[in-house]
């Protein structure tokens, strides 16, 4: 089975570029999540969905950031305009269950740079 | 604002030593699980934990959920230069509607 699918794997950009982050989550899976890892914070939570709809966006660091779902086998992270603070590790996850606390299946993550 | 401390943060070993990662909250959680996280991928699950006092063993590994569900340890038998990594653990809320709770997890180095 396909596991948690994210592209692209490597982002380089220089600061005020819009980057987007795209996902394909686990068939099945009705909640996905969206994590930010550096080595200062560590994983953080940055947005979760449940069937579609967002639930928890309180991770979410600032208007230059946005996540959306489409559908359930789609979302992406956007930033505008991204800045060198933003360069960390994205990962997002899927799970199976009402609830956001279901073990969760991550993708191997995108590392985005910005300049 | 539930939290989980996770020690030590660095564990740099020989291969063939034994050693105990500690995961600790001043509240309660519904269960815990572990994950691993090797360079370059993400988190993989090993194990989730339920029951106060509960034990589960995975190979070399051995994990206990405290018996007021509060902590968690890990620990690791004979350790390889295969579990390098990091171990990162996340707690269930109780509280409806949250997500996993992740510490910031302990990274462990196994040198052959």
């Known amino acids: 089975d396909a596991g948690v699918i994210q592209s692209p794997r490597h982002e380089v950009t220089e600061m005020g570029q819009e980057v987007t982050l795209r996902c394909k989550p686990i068939?099945?899976?009705?909640?996905l999540f969206w994590y930010r890892q550096t080595m200062m914070r560590g994983l953080e939570l940055l947005i979760y969905?449940?069937?579609?709809?967002?639930?928890?966006d309180s991770g979410m660091p600032e208007d230059r950031f946005s996540a959306k779902m489409p559908n359930a086998s789609f979302s992406t992270l956007k930033i505008q305009p991204s800045e060198p603070r933003d360069s960390a590790v994205y990962f997002c996850a899927s799970s199976f269950g009402q609830m956001g606390n279901q073990p969760q299946h991550f993708g191997d993550g995108t590392r985005l740079s910005i300049l | 604002t539930q939290l989980l401390e996770q020690s030590p943060q660095f564990l740099s070993i020989q291969e063939g030593e034994n050693l105990t990662v500690y995961c600790n909250s001043s509240?309660?959680?519904?269960?815990l699980q572990w994950y691993r996280q090797e360079p370059g991928e993400g988190p993989v699950l090993l194990v989730t934990?339920?029951?106060?006092?509960e034990v589960k063993k995975l190979k070399r590994l051995t994990f206990q959920f405290g018996d007021a569900r509060k902590d968690s340890s890990l620990h690791i038998t004979a350790a390889q230069p295969g579990d390098t990594g990091l171990y990162l653990c996340a707690g269930e809320s109780n509280q409806a509607g949250t997500a996993l709770i992740f510490g910031k997890g302990t990274t462990l180095s196994v040198s052959s």
């Open positions: 509240s309660v959680f519904s269960s």
């Open positions: 969905f449940n069937n579609n709809v967002p639930i928890d």
């Open positions: 068939s099945g899976h009705n909640s």
């Open positions: 934990v339920v029951t106060g006092g």
